[in-house]
């Protein structure tokens, strides 16, 4: 084998992979719900995409293909497929509901923020793995959809439609806080509003 080959390939991943190292594990650590396990996810990611880089084409999205490969070694993991087996029936298709309207920063919004944050951050952790993964892609690691096609291997039909029902979903989820008052606010028709 041709040394000053490797060493190109080697210094190809290292530029590509490390500026990807701390998004990686943040998604890990969405999935798995635990800091160890995302750890060792991460590591086997890199692992695998180190001994797979030969196979990828340079030019094409490099940040879709590392996080196919984290995210197919999460699946084949006992812990994602114990998860990937639970997918709810049930979708309601309600969508009115109050929004709570925060003006300023007092103690009693401060509270009600991280109240707020807290039951968002629960009920996100209740989502099925596909419904978090893609919310997770679209608005924490901000991916287009296609880019989000190509890391999940589905149409974009399929990702519109995913995170369509993962906000519904987290709408159902959190409509009882809202309702006492002390949910967050809930933006509709924006991308970002959750």
Same mark, same amino acid.
């Given at each position: 084998?041709?040394?000053?080959?490797?060493? $190109?390939?080697?210094?190809?991943?290292?530029?590509?992979?490390?500026?990807?190292?701390?998004?990686?594990?943040?998604?890990? %650590?969405? $999935?798995?719900?635990?800091?160890?396990?995302?750890?060792?996810?991460?590591?086997?990611?890199?692992?695998?995409?180190?001994?797979?880089?030969?196979?990828?084409?340079? +030019?094409?999205?490099?940040?879709?293909?590392?996080?196919?490969?984290?995210?197919?070694?999460?699946?084949?993991?006992?812990? +994602?497929?114990?998860?990937?087996?639970?997918?709810?029936?049930?979708?309601?298709?309600?969508?009115?509901?109050?929004?709570?309207?925060?003006?300023?920063?007092?103690?009693?919004?401060? @509270? @009600?923020?991280?109240?707020? %944050?807290?039951?968002?951050?629960?009920?996100?952790?209740?989502?099925?793995? %596909?419904?978090?993964?893609?919310? $997770?892609?679209?608005?924490?690691?901000?991916?287009?959809?296609?880019?989000?096609?190509?890391?999940?291997?589905?149409?974009?039909?399929?990702?519109?439609?995913?995170?369509?029902?993962?906000?519904?979903? @987290?709408?159902?989820?959190?409509?009882?806080?809202?309702?006492?008052?002390?949910?967050?606010?809930?933006?509709? +028709?924006?991308? %970002?509003?959750?």
């Amino acid at each position: 084998m041709d040394l000053s080959g490797a060493n $190109l390939q080697l210094d190809s991943f290292e530029e590509l992979a490390t500026p990807l190292f701390d998004q990686l594990y943040n998604f890990a %650590h969405w $999935l798995t719900q635990n800091r160890d396990e995302a750890e060792d996810l991460v590591q086997e990611t890199y692992v695998k995409a180190l001994k797979g880089f030969s196979s990828f084409q340079l +030019g094409t999205n490099f940040r879709a293909w590392i996080y196919r490969i984290l995210r197919n070694t999460f699946l084949t993991s006992r812990k +994602g497929l114990k998860v990937t087996m639970t997918v709810p029936l049930d979708f309601d298709e309600e969508e009115d509901g109050p929004e709570a309207a925060i003006e300023r920063d007092t103690p009693e919004t401060l @509270l @009600l923020a991280r109240s707020s %944050h807290e039951l968002l951050q629960k009920a996100i952790d209740e989502l099925p793995v %596909h419904f978090r993964e893609i919310l $997770l892609l679209c608005e924490v690691e901000e991916m287009s959809y296609q880019e989000i096609s190509e890391t999940l291997a589905v149409p974009i039909g399929t990702v519109m439609s995913r995170l369509s029902r993962a906000r519904q979903t @987290l709408r159902n989820q959190l409509r009882p806080q809202l309702q006492q008052g002390a949910g967050p606010q809930i933006a509709r +028709g924006t991308n %970002h509003g959750l």
